[in-house]
């Protein structure tokens, strides 16, 4: 390759193909040609880079011909394109997921496996939001002493969504707002009725929580119906030592609590 590159950014109307364009100019990469692409519905708006307007392109063939795409379009894009750029003599990085566990693929963070990059064939994965900052952090401490093993909960901003989910997490906060008095009594029944993106975990957990407990409590009642008129204390002595183990449920993983 030169050294001015012609490039392209597939998503560049999105926040990440939005920041990728912004990074470009922020440190200089050198970009002979910069073209933008989207969705057809974004197709034909305007992008400033280095003081001029560059015109959104529908994503298709154009991707091809350029030497260095960023994908930020999600998968859709990335399939269908990007063997095509390394094909083409070019270089694919893609920031969805849908190289990130093909063997062909690096899946590289430079701080981290920069060396990776070696063997490549054209095509160049990053991982997820999360896992970049991680194993950054990571890094210097497997060096120092080595790491065994690591056990992470993740939390996923919304941001990471896109800007549909921004814009409801800015609708979901006004209404929010409209609710004080649901909010100093935690009220989680219409807190949860006026948003799903804006609740914090601890609601979301909580209410999940109640809707179980009141699962349970039914299912007790049912039960000493069943049994001639609610003799449970009958039932547990001869239910024997086992009896309320079986019958106990796990608390929620984080990893398994639906926030939105």
């Given amino acids: 390759m030169s050294s001015d590159l012609r490039v392209a950014v597939v998503g560049a109307t999105g926040m990440v193909g939005g920041a990728m364009v912004r990074i470009l100019e922020e440190r200089r990469f050198p970009v002979a040609a910069l073209r933008l692409f989207a969705t057809a519905r974004s197709a034909g708006k305007t992008i400033p880079f280095k003081g001029q307007p560059i015109t959104v392109e529908e994503t298709g063939d154009g991707v091809l011909d350029a030497d260095l795409v960023l994908f930020a379009g999600g998968d859709d894009a990335s399939r269908r394109y990007a063997w095509g750029v390394a094909e083409g003599g070019g270089v694919a990085v893609d920031n969805s997921s ?13 701080e981290v496996n920069a060396d990776a990059l070696r063997d490549h064939q054209g095509v160049i994965a990053n991982p997820n939001c999360c896992a970049v900052a991680l ?8 060096d120092a002493a080595g790491i065994r093993r690591c056990i992470v909960s993740t939390y996923q901003s919304v941001s990471g969504g896109g800007l549909d989910n921004v814009r409801a997490l ?20 219409r807190i949860g009725a ?22 349970r409590s039914e299912g007790r009642r049912r039960d000493a119906e069943d049994t001639g008129g609610g003799h449970r204390g009958q039932r547990h002595d001869h239910a024997g030592p086992g009896a309320g183990r079986a019958h106990a449920r796990r608390a929620p993983r984080p990893d398994s609590v639906a926030v939105g």
Avoid: N
């Fill in 98 to 110: 849908t190289w990130r566990l093909d063997p062909r693929v690096p899946l590289v963070v430079p």
């Fill in 135 to 142: 194993v950054m952090a990571l890094k210097p401490i497997h």
């Fill in 170 to 189: 800015l609708e979901h906060t006004r209404s929010l707002l409209e609710m004080p008095e649901a909010l100093e009594q935690g009220d989680l029944e």
């Fill in 194 to 215: 006026a948003t799903s993106v804006a609740s914090p975990v601890a609601p979301a957990v909580e209410v999940a929580a109640r809707r179980r407990h009141r699962g």
